[in-house]
């Protein structure tokens, strides 16, 4: 069945950590990626979006991702975490030939100081 | 307005009551979505609309209706609420082609 999995429901860090949020989809071809971010009580904000070309994708807030045709992943990074961060992720994928956004679960993100 | 304005809020509403969610968009957008997110499943596709005149049913969609007469508004109607419905219910637009979604704020529903 096609699908967006993210397999880390929450992920705890320290301030000044790297991180890494995984992504993974099960859809026949590469469709189109994105990650959003989510603070509480808040809606949606893009980070960052994949289409083609160069696989490695800069975002805002400091943020990149990678996708991996091989893996079906499309993991979000980041080099050094902020308290700010902390907040809800969600990979989410627009499938080829298809309109619909379908996200993952989400991936909640705490931050120590 | 700017990007999209959904109402109201919040709201409690009683079960069997009929109540209508509102979206609005000055963006221009062609497309656009009901979402409902609910703790451990993400957001998951209640409706959708490529165009006005148009709409088409995503993951979810028993117990809704949508409409949408023209390009700007897209309501969200639950005809006979259940308390399964309760929720925070996210609208959506588009541009078709590459572009990514903007999202609105939130209703957050609560049917008792």
């Known amino acids: 069945a096609q699908s967006v999995t993210q397999p880390d429901i929450h992920i705890t860090v320290s301030e000044g950590a790297s991180l890494e949020l995984r992504c993974n989809y099960s859809?026949?071809?590469?469709?189109?990626l994105f990650w959003y971010v989510q603070s509480p009580g808040q809606g949606l904000q893009l980070l960052l979006k994949y289409f083609s070309g160069d696989t490695l994708v800069q975002g805002i807030k400091g943020f990149e991702a990678e996708f991996k045709r091989s893996q079906s992943s499309f993991n979000l990074r980041k080099p050094s975490v902020h308290w700010s961060d902390a907040a809800e992720y969600f990979c989410a994928v627009v499938p080829y030939n298809n309109n619909d956004m379908r996200f993952g679960a989400g991936t909640r993100l705490t931050v120590k100081p | 307005i700017a990007g999209i304005t959904q109402a109201p809020t919040s709201q409690i509403l009683a079960a069997g009551r009929r109540m209508t969610l509102r979206c609005t968009q000055d963006m221009r957008h062609n497309a656009m979505y009901w979402y409902r997110q609910d703790l451990g499943l993400g957001l998951r596709l209640i409706h959708y609309?490529?165009?006005?005149?148009?709409?088409g049913k995503g993951e979810v969609p028993d117990g809704y209706s949508v409409s949408r007469a023209n390009t700007d508004d897209f309501p969200l109607t639950l005809a006979s609420a259940v308390p399964s419905q309760t929720s925070v219910y996210f609208c959506?637009?588009?541009?078709?082609?590459?572009?990514?979604?903007?999202f609105g704020s939130g209703t957050r529903l609560t049917v008792v």
């Open positions: 609309s490529n165009t006005a005149g148009t709409t």
């Open positions: 859809y026949g071809a590469t469709p189109y």
């Open positions: 959506a637009s588009r541009l078709t082609g590459k572009g990514g979604y903007t």
